[in-house]
């Protein structure tokens, strides 16, 4: 069975086309970056410190009526947030000062008072005090940096630097793309996320990389023809795994975004867009870059 | 290895390996002779999946030097008065720096040299009008630090210990942080008090020179302070304090101790806290009731009073008891706690993350499932793509779940529920290297080739992008382990095993199916 044997798509007259959708992407993922330290994201508390109660009730509940409860007791700022079962219900206090252990235990005062007559159990409480959320979002950022530079240089190495750097920019443009759509969805950005955003890295840099591949192997073998076109002729050759591969790790990231629990949903949700993200990278970006970059003198590609 | 043979007996030997790893982690384990179960180290469940607490501790390290300075101040004292030395007093000052004032010339260079001599941890001493300022030395403070941490690290161990939670997991983090994680905890209320209680237990005799509460408005007399009982009310629910005056100098302390035990007083049907002295501690403890006959000795923990009894008759024999309402629970945590010693310093949680049991069982189920189902529409994915081939794929990533599993019991790793997404991202992953290796054997078919020579150049020819292509993977998994902490490192830890695994099921376990294919059975058509 093919999807697709032998094409010919010529990609790379599109790339105009694809240039302004990656700039859009990467322009709201760069705004989403800098309204994280100006404060304006939607950040979870393990980066911003707070408290995070998850409540099961007995009975259902109605979310306005908590809402209002929270209110009386002083908590205006809560954020509630409910789960596929009426009986669950998340409260969020961001902002760590003072003693979060006491506000915690408060929310659930506050619940236990308000309605006795709906027992509840509380199925996870994170208290995050705000040094840790600050330590959090440096450990973070330097993570992408280490990541990203260790990427470079591997690339570089085995490739030359002009891959190397298409490689980082094209990586950099999914991370970003997927950071700006969360920011868009008003998703919470937290520690769970930037681990998928560092797997979303590593797995369109896997896709960049095989198109990398087959376009050294057509360089050495000095084909005619402009770099244009060999760069087109890779992608057709590897096209067929490109989709089978999207395909089925698309599957396995869906499968876990909607049946995964609510621990996890964003997180696959976030693992599923970068698989779409840098598929079309590794096609529309990283070998176009290459194009603008030209190598002035032949490349030596006699290594590896 | 170009015999098929060897390469059978490694692959079987790898995954034969890998059963005998993990099976004891899996619920088969109890049906499994005692002697495979027992001794083959096991995958672990986070917290997220069964349910537990970490919490991250930060050590007031400032304040444990500043105690280390204050108890300097009295050895001060102490050297200054025996070796004769004129001196006004001895304070503390800040956290690390003792002053003492002198009354003239002489007595100023006595002073600085009986220091000196007697407590070499101080640096020249700055003279300040009438007064010469000692600061601790740089290192001896960084001593101080360094041990506080230590300590703490200790005495929560020994805590954790004596309250018996199973594999606990507790380590120093960063220069001044202790992580704890208690898997499967029901408690988590109790768990934070016994944590968290600094114990500095004190024996300190009350004043009676004047009453507390005109020590409260006039001020308490020199040598003594106000320190307070707080009394619960079980009938409204108040809190009410007590002011009691007492002696600012401890008597005893706890690290006399030698036990302490929850007892249960029969008569008055309360459980109370009984101690035993150490044989030093005994002796202070009997000198002290003998010379106090009628007074009252307050028995301090943390700054508050918690009983105040009358010394009826000196008490030898170094037994001493606490108690004041205590539940059983409050009596044996309070027992533990005095047990296993003070914390050199107080310590304050700075990340609680409680997982209730029941969210866990619930994200096991969700997981697993959402995990079953996306690994089995990959495999049936690629059957239906890749005909036979697709069975060979699938048989490698069977090869690498299971030797993956037996890797990480082997590393007695931590399964987590993002460790699960990585368990099937792997899956997903895993099966590019096959895909790779297949397209490029389509296209070497297409060209004319025949099976045999067209598998061997497509092996040949998706190498090295195998190699890249994990490697890069890598990197940012060795990214995510490095900066990344509880379920986030088991992503990582679960990524980088099953990548590496991935190289070998794909490389040999694939390449071994289709030798076996082509040169055994000789076939003249690859189905692909």
């Known amino acids: 069975m093919d999807f697709v044997r032998n094409t010919n798509i010529d990609f790379m007259s599109k790339r105009r086309i694809a240039f302004v959708i990656s700039v859009v992407l990467a322009v709201i993922g760069l705004i989403a970056a800098v309204s994280i330290p100006l404060g304006k994201a939607n950040l979870s508390i393990d980066f911003e410190g707070g408290v995070a109660v998850q409540f099961r009730f007995e009975q259902p509940i109605e979310i306005d009526k908590m809402r209002t409860v929270l209110a009386e007791k002083g908590f205006k700022d809560a954020n509630l947030q409910q789960f596929a079962e009426p009986t669950k219900l998340l409260v969020k206090l961001k902002g760590g000062e003072g003693d979060l252990r006491a506000v915690s235990n408060s929310i659930g005062s506050a619940f236990t008072e308000s309605m006795p007559g709906n027992p509840f159990i509380i199925d996870s409480t994170s208290e995050v005090g705000p040094t840790v959320g600050r330590k959090l979002q440096k450990d973070a950022l330097w993570a992408v940096i280490v990541a990203l530079i260790g990427i470079l240089l591997y690339v570089a190495w085995r490739f030359e630097l002009r891959f190397g750097v298409a490689a980082v920019i094209a990586t950099f443009h999914d991370v970003l793309a997927v950071l700006g759509i969360f920011f868009l969805l008003d998703k919470e950005m937290s520690l769970l996320i930037v681990t998928a955003l560092l797997t979303v890295a590593g797995y369109s840099l896997t896709d960049t990389v095989v198109v990398f591949d087959r376009i050294r192997e057509n360089m050495r073998k000095k084909a005619k023809g402009d770099f244009a076109a060999l760069l087109n002729r890779s992608v057709n050759e590897v096209l067929s795994r490109t989709i089978v591969t999207s395909s089925t790790t698309l599957l396995a990231a869906l499968s876990l975004t909607f049946l995964g629990g609510e621990v996890i949903h964003d997180f696959a949700l976030a693992l599923s867009l970068g698989v779409v993200v840098g598929t079309f990278s590794s096609v529309f970006v990283a070998s176009p870059l290459l194009l603008l970059w030209k190598n002035k003198k032949k490349p030596a590609l006699a290594k590896a | 290895m170009r015999s098929i043979f060897w390469r059978v007996i490694l692959v079987a030997g790898f995954t034969a390996l890998a059963f005998i790893l993990f099976l004891p982690s899996t619920p088969v ?25 970490h919490l991250v501790l930060d050590v007031d390290q400032d304040k444990a030097v500043e105690n280390h300075t204050q108890r300097l101040a009295g050895s001060v004292e102490d050297a200054l008065k025996r070796k004769g030395v004129a001196f006004y007093n001895v304070v503390r000052e800040g956290l690390d720096n003792v002053a003492v004032s002198y009354p003239d010339e002489r007595s100023k260079g006595e002073i600085s040299r009986v220091v000196k001599d007697e407590l070499g941890v101080f640096g020249s001493p700055a003279d300040q009008n009438g007064r010469l300022l000692f600061t601790l030395d740089k ?7 360094e041990w506080s941490l230590f300590q703490a690290l200790e005495t929560i161990r020994n805590r954790i210990d004596k309250f018996g939670v199973a594999e606990p997991l507790i380590q120093k983090q960063g220069v001044n942080e202790v992580v704890v994680q208690l898997p499967g905890l029901k408690d988590p209320e109790r768990a934070i008090q016994l944590i968290g209680k600094t114990a500095v237990l004190e024996f300190r005799l009350v004043d009676e020179s004047m009453s507390p509460y005109t020590a409260e408005t006039q001020g308490a007399p020199f040598g003594s302070e106000i320190v307070y009982q707080q009394g619960y ?19 005893l302390t706890g690290d006399s101790l030698s036990d302490a035990r929850m007892a249960f ?4 049907n309360e459980p109370y806290v009984s101690l035993t002295f150490d044989s030093n501690g005994a002796r ?57 010693g003070a914390l050199p310093a107080p310590v304050n949680i700075v990340q609680n993350v409680t997982v209730g049991p029941s969210l866990g069982q619930d994200s096991i189920e969700a997981g697993l499932k959402a995990g079953l189902l996306g690994a089995a529409l990959v495999l049936v994915f690629m059957i239906i793509y890749y005909r036979a081939s697709g069975v060979i794929a699938d048989f490698a990533v069977f090869l690498n779940i299971i030797m993956l599993l037996g890797a990480m019991a082997w590393l007695s790793s931590t399964l987590t529920l993002p460790g699960i997404a990585g368990i099937v991202l792997t899956i997903g992953m895993g099966v590019d290297s096959n895909v790779l290796i297949f397209e490029r054997i389509k296209e070497e078919l297409h060209a004319g080739r025949t099976p045999r020579s067209a598998i061997n150049a497509g092996f040949d020819r998706a190498f090295w992008s195998i190699v890249d292509a994990h490697v890069t993977t890598l990197i940012t998994a060795a990214v995510l382990f490095q900066f990344g902490s509880g379920p986030i490192k088991g992503f990582a830890v679960t990524l980088s095993l099953g990548i590496l695994i991935n190289l070998f099921t794909a490389l040999v376990g694939t390449k071994l199916m289709f030798d076996i294919q082509s040169e055994r059975f000789r076939v003249k058509r690859l189905s692909i």
Do not use: C
């Not at chain 2, 409204?236 to 100098?249: A, C, E, S």
């Not at chain 2, 007083?265 to 008055?268: F, G, I, K, V």
């Open chain 2, 29 to 53: 384990s109890k049906r499994l002779p005692s002697f495979w179960a027992d001794n083959i180290p096991k995958i672990n469940l986070g917290l997220d999946l069964q349910g537990g607490m």
């Open chain 2, 139 to 145: 290192g001896e403070s960084e001593r101080i630090r």
């Open chain 2, 233 to 251: 009310d079980s009938q409204t629910g108040m809190v009410q304090k007590t002011p009691f005056l007492v002696k600012r100098d401890a008597a």
């Open chain 2, 265 to 268: 007083d029969t008569q008055y």
């Open chain 2, 284 to 340: 202070v403890f009997e000198r002290l009731t003998t010379q106090n006959v009628g007074k009252r000795l307050a028995i301090v923990l943390d700054g508050n009073l918690h009983s105040a009894p009358q010394i009826r008759e000196p008490i030898a024999g170094g037994k001493a008891q606490i108690s004041g309402g205590f539940t059983p629970e409050e009596a044996t945590d309070l027992a533990i706690i005095l047990r296993a």
